[in-house]
């Protein structure tokens, strides 16, 4: 949920072409099919970090074949350009489907049925610590849920608002920890000193939940892997 939310373009694409990098620029233009525009507005060619040629030259180098299909998940840049690298939480689509993709692909578009459009580049942390082990071994349909929270100035929890829930017995006790846990802004890590924020920002943060695999029992994580 965070890169949608740090991010001002997101969409399911297909890359047609590929040009080479403007002298020095430390990024390539690629023309895109757009197949579902969930954020930002529509375009016809990305800016991508990296060099056109396949070449890395720094960590955040990327490069993409012709007919890549993938989420792309962009920030604005000068010009009404949109730009992106190997850290904004891009994904590459396959056929068939991976159960991450197609939750992930799920979840954008409620997001985009809802008409909820959300972007801050306020970076929020929090540590739930073993809160959610309570709920090993459920059993449950949905695959996320998504609560909207409203902070104070001290980055304690005002209220929190379910946007699209598991089901409201489960998702009280999840409004609960969430109301309970630390959070902190703009940090490296948790240790770091952030806490303060505006009276009344608000953010989308998503519970994801995995069935059981194997041996391995099911589990609700805060992470979408």
């Given at each position: ?10 969409a ?9 990098n403007?002298?020095s620029?430390?990024h ?19 800016s ?43 994904v ?33 942390g ?18 996320y ?19 699209s ?61």
């Amino acid at each position: 949920m965070e890169k949608y939310i740090q991010s001002d373009f997101v969409a399911r694409v297909t890359i047609t072409e590929t040009f080479a990098n403007q002298g020095s620029a430390p990024h390539y233009k690629s023309d895109i099919v757009i197949h579902q525009l969930f954020k930002g507005n529509p375009v016809k060619s990305l800016s991508i970090y990296g060099s056109s040629d396949g070449k890395r030259r720094s960590s955040c180098d990327v490069f993409f074949e012709k007919g890549t299909e993938m989420l792309v998940y962009a920030r604005k840049a000068d010009r009404g350009r949109y730009v992106f690298d190997s850290c904004s939480g891009y994904v590459i689509l396959t056929t068939p489907r991976r159960n991450s993709q197609e939750r992930e692909l799920e979840m954008l578009d409620f997001l985009k049925q809802n008409n909820i459009v959300t972007t801050s580049k306020t970076r929020y942390g929090v540590d739930l610590g073993k809160r959610l082990d309570a709920f090993r071994g459920e059993t449950l349909k949905k695959r996320y849920a998504i609560f909207e929270i409203t902070f104070n100035g001290d980055l304690t929890v005002d209220s929190v608002k379910t946007v699209s829930g598991f089901s409201p017995a489960l998702d009280s006790k999840l409004i609960e920890i969430l109301k309970q846990s630390r959070w902190v802004s703009d940090r490296l890590g948790l240790d770091a000193d952030g806490n303060k924020v505006s009276p009344g920002s608000t953010l989308l943060f998503a519970f994801y939940y995995y069935p059981a695999e194997g041996k391995e029992e099911s589990f609700i994580g805060e992470f979408d892997v």
